[in-house]
């Protein structure tokens, strides 16, 4: 079954503007991973957070993770039309070799 | 350089055939996955695998298969396709808990 619903599923900004884009699951989970997917490519890991954590950057990236909203949420600083994909949450129960659900995605359209 | 690849593509292909889809990873991981992507762009586990254990995604039909010669390659292989076949699957590879994947291969039944 579907895990995380990525929240908006499009999303159409201007270049140097803020982009966030918030997911919800359902389950416990280990971690929360974001991944990026350009048109017609295989999907890039971009940042993990655990669950014991609760805010995490990574360059023009911040991730938050509330585990008691089962919800988090993929800002996008400064953006560039570079940035324009999709972006997927993915959750990781943590156990053994099972993979990752992934939500539905948010298809982000920067703006030159 | 490529970590994680797949052949071929694209895969064109008539209804009822069998046809398989390499995958191949040059960064040591352990653990390798099959995805789909629907044509929603809905992502879905199918199967990972690593030295010790195969764990199927329930929903996935028995026409699936993965096939892995050795650490390095997980092979999927598809009997009798169909028309619902048709989506793009994606290959990954983990040590730890991030996945790399590959370019995905484009899957079309006819």
């Known amino acids: 079954s579907q895990q995380g619903e990525e929240d908006p599923q499009a999303l159409s900004i201007q270049e140097g503007e803020n982009a966030t884009m918030n997911c919800s699951y359902k389950t416990s989970i280990n971690n929360l991973q974001w991944y990026r997917q350009n048109s017609g490519r295989g999907l890039v890991h971009l940042i993990l957070?655990?669950?014991?954590?609760r805010e995490k950057h990574s360059g023009r990236l911040r991730v938050t993770l509330d585990t008691s909203k089962k919800s988090s949420s993929l800002l996008i600083t400064a953006s560039r039309a570079a940035d324009t994909a999709s972006y997927f949450c993915a959750t990781d129960a943590g156990g053994g070799a099972d993979g990752l659900t992934f939500g539905k995605g948010t298809h982000l359209i920067i703006q030159p | 350089d490529t970590a994680v690849s797949q052949t071929p593509k694209y895969l064109v292909t008539q209804m009822g055939n069998d046809k398989s889809i390499k995958c191949e990873q040059n960064l040591g991981h352990d653990t390798m996955y099959w995805y789909k992507q629907d044509s929603k762009k809905f992502l879905k586990i199918m199967f990972s695998?690593?030295?010790?254990?195969?764990?199927i995604n329930e929903t996935v039909p028995n026409r699936f298969s993965p096939k892995s010669p050795d650490k390095a390659h997980l092979n999927l292989h598809i009997n009798s396709l169909e028309l619902g076949d048709s989506a793009v699957y994606f290959c990954?590879?983990?040590?730890?808990?991030?996945?790399?994947f590959g370019p995905g291969t484009r899957l079309t039944v006819t």
């Open positions: 990954a590879s983990s040590l730890r808990r991030e996945q790399y």
């Open positions: 695998y690593n030295n010790k254990e195969l764990i």
């Open positions: 957070i655990r669950s014991n954590e």
